[in-house]
C-alpha cells in the first residue's frame, strides 16, 4: 500500500478536504490557499506564496510570545498562505503541526497505535524515572488540565489501551495524540515530585 504522504494529502483535498487545526484550506486558480479559520470572510490578510513562510507564522502567537506547543489554539491570524500543489501543502502544515500528516495517514490506515500512558512512563530515565510513581488521579488532573490546551484528539489512555478507532469528518484532517508528549511527562515530574516523591 502507497505510504506517500503527498499522494494522500492530494487525493485529501481534491476530495473536499477543508479544515486542521485552527486552518482552513480552499482550491484556488493558482492551487490551495491556507488560512486561519477565523479569516473567513477577511479580504485584508498578508499573502504569502512560499510554504516555508508557515515556519514563521507558527512560532508565534498573536501577542509575540513563542509557540512552544503548535497544537495548541494560538495560532495567529492575518495571513494566507498560496501554494502550487498539495507538496507545498504539506510542507506548510508539517511547519504548523509537525508530524500530523504523516499522523493521520498512518491512522486512515489503521497501523497507529496509542501508547497508555503508564508505558510511556516505564520508558522514562534519569531524572524522568520518578514519573513512574505518578498516581492515576494525578494523571487525571494533568490530562485536564495541560492536554485541554491543544487541538489534537487523544487516542491513549493512562493504562488500558482503547480498542475503540475514531472516526472524523472527511473535510477535516484531525490532528490526533496517539502517546503522550514531552510537555505532559515534564508535568508529571512536577506532580510526583510536589507531592513528595524523590526524583
Known sequence: MNR???SALADWLVRGGEK????AVAHVHAGWELRHVEDAARTDLALHENADAAR???NLDAAGNFRPLKTAPTLVRGWRLVLPD????RRALDYF???????????TRGELVPVVLRNTLARQTGMYRVTQKLT?????????????????????????PNSERPS?????????????????VAKAREAVKKAGGSA
Request: some cysteine; overall charge neutral.
Open 56 to 58: 514563521h507564522i507558527a
Open 86 to 89: 498539495a507538496a507545498a501543502v
Open 97 to 107: 503541526y509537525p508530524a500530523m500528516t504523516g499522523v493521520w495517514l498512518s491512522h
Open 136 to 160: 492515576d488521579a494525578q494523571a487525571r488532573t494533568l490530562i485536564d488540565g495541560l492536554c485541554a490546551g491543544c487541538l489534537k484528539h487523544r487516542l491513549w489512555e493512562i493504562a488500558a
Open 4 to 6: 506517500n504522504v503527498n
Open 168 to 184: 472524523f469528518p472527511k473535510n477535516s484532517l484531525p490532528l490526533l495524540c496517539h502517546e503522550a508528549c514531552n510537555l505532559l
Open 20 to 23: 486542521i487545526g485552527q486552518i
